[in-house]
């Protein structure tokens, strides 16, 4: 198996076409905005408070991506909580522990924060499930519901 020398950080606005084809693997059958439009929704999630987009890089490219969400609450002494979003790796570095390492590190940031959940949802027809249990989250101890307001994507790239 091929060893890969790869950086885990924050992105930074310069990662937006990295991140925009990174988006694009992840539902291949939506469009993602590639003008300022898009430019300008990427800097507003870069810079919404707790909100943190990391991703594994290597050669200068961003090849994978998890974005964290951390919010304030007053439940559990004040101790926030946390969900997962926008978690894929381009096809070709899937199978090489990149994605896990990205998950790691974020799931490291959550302890640092003192997070005292970490949730995020999966499609059922992708096969993510198991990755994410691996990493310790359960879906056996709450029900995962969403309410749809646009189709659900086809299966990813």
């Not at 937006?16 to 898009?38: E, H, I, K, W």
């Not at 991703?55 to 994978?64: H, K, L, N, R, T």
Request: include cysteine.
């Amino acid at each position: 198996m091929t060893q890969y020398d790869y950086t885990i950080r924050p992105l930074v606005a310069a990662d937006f076409y990295d991140y925009c084809n990174l988006m694009s693997a992840l539902v291949a059958d939506q469009p993602v905005p590639r003008d300022t439009r898009g430019e300008d929704l990427f800097h507003t999630l870069l810079t919404t408070k707790g909100v943190t987009v990391f991703g594994a890089e290597i050669d200068g490219q961003i090849v994978s991506t998890a974005t964290l969400f951390v919010m304030t609450n007053l439940t559990y002494d004040g101790r926030p909580c946390a969900f997962v979003e926008n978690v894929v790796t381009l096809s070709h570095y899937r199978g090489h522990g990149i994605g896990r390492a990205v998950m790691r590190h974020l799931l490291d940031e959550t302890a640092a924060l003192n997070v005292y959940k970490v949730q995020l949802l999966t499609g059922q027809d992708y096969g993510a499930r198991g990755f994410y249990e691996t990493l310790g989250f359960n879906a056996s101890e709450k029900y995962g519901m969403s309410l749809r307001q646009v189709p659900t994507r086809g299966p990813a790239t």
